[in-house]
């Protein structure tokens, strides 16, 4: 997706600053009241091949300050936290920590670390503050005597399938299994969500890239058709 977008995004650029201007210099000689959508491509056109320099800038300085703000940790912990609340894409994030942290969680679990140790060393691995700061808060409640499910569904961060089944784990002494299965059930989550939402977004792009296409395909010809109408007359 990211290949296509970068071609259509040059496609439409070499159209806009190159095809379009030659194309509608065949209008500028003739006295006639251009259509609505002619006008609108001839002033894309124009801005775009006048100021593409400025558009490039304006890009570059605001991809600058995102990333400055996004190293600040208030930036960090503010975007971390609207990552989690969008739309399908918070719960597949969601998702690849919850199977991140259960897999890294019961291979520590299993290798003999000790419990709050290994919180320790999976919060970090986590990528996103909020998460982070769900397990740091579980393991301080944690070292308090409490169990490691209600600590985790305190924070509202993990799915409830994912605390029962630890709860399930810490009850039966299977905790390391449990892990295990969480994380194989989410991967498989994850792996079935990439798929399906690759097979929507590859034909909406190119459906997006015909309609654009399209509509300057449209605004080009619909004066040559009216000025070979008014020639007939």
Do not use: C
Request: net charge negative; glycine share 8%.
């Amino acid at each position: 997706p990211i290949a296509m977008a970068l071609v259509a995004t040059f496609v439409v650029g070499l159209l806009m600053v190159k095809v379009v201007p030659q194309v509608t210099e065949l209008f500028s000689d003739q006295e006639m009241s251009l259509p609505f959508s002619t006008r609108i491509l001839i002033g894309v056109s124009d801005f775009v091949g006048g100021y593409w320099w400025l558009i490039l800038l304006v890009g570059a300085a605001g991809s600058w300050a995102f990333a400055k703000w996004r190293m600040t940790a208030a930036g960090r912990a503010s975007l971390d936290h609207r990552k989690l609340t969008m739309p399908f894409l918070g719960d597949l994030l969601r998702k690849v920590a919850v199977a991140r942290f259960s897999r890294t969680l019961s291979t520590m679990l299993a290798s003999g670390v000790q419990l709050l140790e290994a919180l320790d060393i999976v919060s970090s691995l986590l990528g996103n503050v909020t998460l982070e700061k769900a397990v740091s808060d579980a393991r301080d409640d944690i070292r308090e005597g409490e169990g490691i499910a209600p600590a985790l569904k305190r924070s509202g961060e993990f799915p409830p399938l994912v605390t029962h089944m630890i709860s399930v784990g810490e009850r039966s002494g299977e905790l390391e299994s449990m892990l295990s299965d969480v994380a194989d059930a989410y991967d498989r989550e994850v792996n079935t969500a990439i798929n399906r939402s690759m097979a929507v977004l590859e034909p909406l792009m190119i459906v997006g890239m015909a309609v654009v296409v399209g509509f300057i395909v449209f605004a080009i010809m619909q004066p040559i058709i009216q000025m070979n109408s008014m020639a007939n007359l």
